[in-house]
């Protein structure tokens, strides 16, 4: 289908961009296809915006908000994850409630679902500018469009503008992009330290696998056609460790292989599980799908402190190293090359249990190798909690995106810092942040292996 151009269209000797943006909408309609199924708003947005919801050929499930006092924009939201269920026709619902500041503001709104659970850093690409189409073809066309992607959702957007912030004529497709507490590290570096976790797991513990199971190299996380579940993976985890009960309930056998385990990966205890499940399933889609069932990463030179006895667990670890192909392939895949053709706002948290700050110092570097510094603003807020950014947090970041796309005003940490005050007036939540934070190296948090020749590699 033809897209009509905001400027030189008139009918009946009226410019169409002259309209308003609700009448817009209705002359654009005419030329579409029919608008999507109407589906439940979450309860925030009931009152003021019409939600849509389709299933795509490709698995996909699309959710749509349009308000009914739409300002011409988009958000095209890119969720975190990756998934560990299938997606359904809801799967995109606890989103737009989460971010439902943005439809408040006046911004329709897009997300998919991705096609299938599971590791896909270029499927969830290829899914999140499906539904930017989408939302063209079938519900209007908006005068600026921003990718707005957290957690996973912000290293799936920092590919998507390298690839697709351009349309194939030269027209523009992506305005800006927003970006709150993004992986933005990209998968081979940012995966790094749980293959640093598989392995002093593995050390300690000795059931995934135990010694009287078929063995398999520990960076494909689990064998081939493996069945166990999240939940196994837990129970396995517990017994070795007790993390799943209180303190006192531990036998000193498995305080030990906690502390052990912790001290030497720098984790908090409550994500130990969870980066465990990364470690096995993620790592087993990640071979299955991306490597070719090549290793992409090595801890060949690391030398683990901060445990009981590090001559030891250095001594025991398994070692292996990275294939070439492989990590080309997962590079290729998931890390961001730091271009950077549009203005990116990044704000992340400084206490992110989850995703660390020193991802953004990654990010950074990469974009300023690429020569695209200049079209990277990051601020930092202090929530001790992962993609915790307030409403007034979320809002300023993204105004100041837009009056820096719109009027060329770039933003600085300090004038999103203020901003985020005047927009507590109208919007509920705290302001956080500190203007003068500037977070340190990656290399600093976890082993480094670019350091790791020279010995000791601890951070």
């Excluded at 109407?38 to 009152?47: D, G, N, R």
């Excluded at 999140?128 to 519900?139: C, H, P, T, V, W």
């Excluded at 990640?286 to 001559?311: L, P």
């Excluded at 392939?329 to 660390?356: C, F, R, W, Y």
Aim: charged share 20%.
């Amino acid at each position: 289908m033809r897209s009509i151009g905001r400027a030189g269209l008139t009918i009946l000797g009226v410019t169409l961009s002259a309209l308003p943006v609700g009448a817009q909408q209705q002359s654009q309609e005419s030329q579409k296809g029919a608008l999507p199924a109407v589906a439940a708003c979450p309860a925030p947005l009931a009152e003021i915006a019409t939600c849509y919801s389709e299933k795509l050929s490709s698995g996909a499930y699309l959710l749509a908000a349009m308000p009914k006092d739409w300002n011409g924009n988009l958000i095209v939201f890119g969720h975190g994850g990756p998934a560990v269920v299938p997606p359904t026709a809801t799967t995109s619902q606890g989103d737009l409630a989460k971010y439902a500041f943005a439809v408040k503001l006046g911004y329709a709104w897009i997300a998919s679902s991705y096609r299938r659970e599971g590791y896909g850093v270029q499927m969830a690409v290829e899914d999140s500018d499906q539904a930017r189409r989408f939302f063209i073809d079938r519900i209007a066309k908006p005068k600026r469009t921003i990718y707005h992607g957290a957690s996973y959702g912000g290293l799936v957007g920092a590919k998507l503008i390298e690839a697709h912030a351009k349309n194939p004529d030269g027209s523009v497709a992506y305005d800006g992009a927003l970006f709150n507490s993004g992986y933005v590290v990209g998968a081979p570096l940012g995966h790094q330290f749980r293959a640093d976790l598989r392995v002093v797991y593995e050390y300690y513990c000795k059931n995934l696998p135990r010694p009287d199971e078929p063995q398999y190299p520990l960076w494909s996380g689990l064998p081939e056609g493996s069945k166990l579940t999240l939940k196994q993976i837990g129970e396995l985890i517990d017994a070795c460790t007790g993390v799943a009960h209180p303190a006192a309930e531990r036998t000193e056998l498995q305080k030990q292989n906690l502390a052990n385990i912790l001290g030497v990966i720098r984790i908090p205890e409550n994500l130990l599980v969870r980066h465990m499940q990364a470690a096995t399933i993620l790592f087993r889609e990640i071979a299955d799908r991306v490597t070719d069932h090549r290793s992409a990463f090595s801890n060949i030179d690391v030398r683990y402190t901060g445990s009981s006895d590090d001559a030891a667990l250095n001594a025991g670890v398994v070692r292996f190293a990275a294939d070439r192909e492989g990590l080309a392939a997962l590079k290729a895949d998931g890390e961001p090359t730091g271009v950077l053709p549009v203005p990116v706002m990044s704000i992340h948290s400084i206490n992110d249990p989850q995703v660390v700050v020193e991802v953004q110092s990654a990010y950074r570097a990469a974009a300023e190798r690429a020569g695209s510094g200049e079209h990277l603003v990051q601020a930092f807020t202090d929530e001790p909690a992962h993609t915790g950014q307030s409403a007034p947090e979320l809002a300023a970041a993204l105004d100041a995106l837009m009056q820096w796309i719109e009027k060329g005003d770039k933003p600085t940490p300090q004038s999103v810092a203020a901003a985020c005050a005047r927009w507590r007036s109208t919007l509920e939540g705290p302001c956080r942040y500190h203007p003068d934070f500037s977070p340190k190296p990656y290399a600093t948090r976890f082993y480094s292996r670019e350091a790791s020749r020279g010995g000791n590699t601890s951070p």
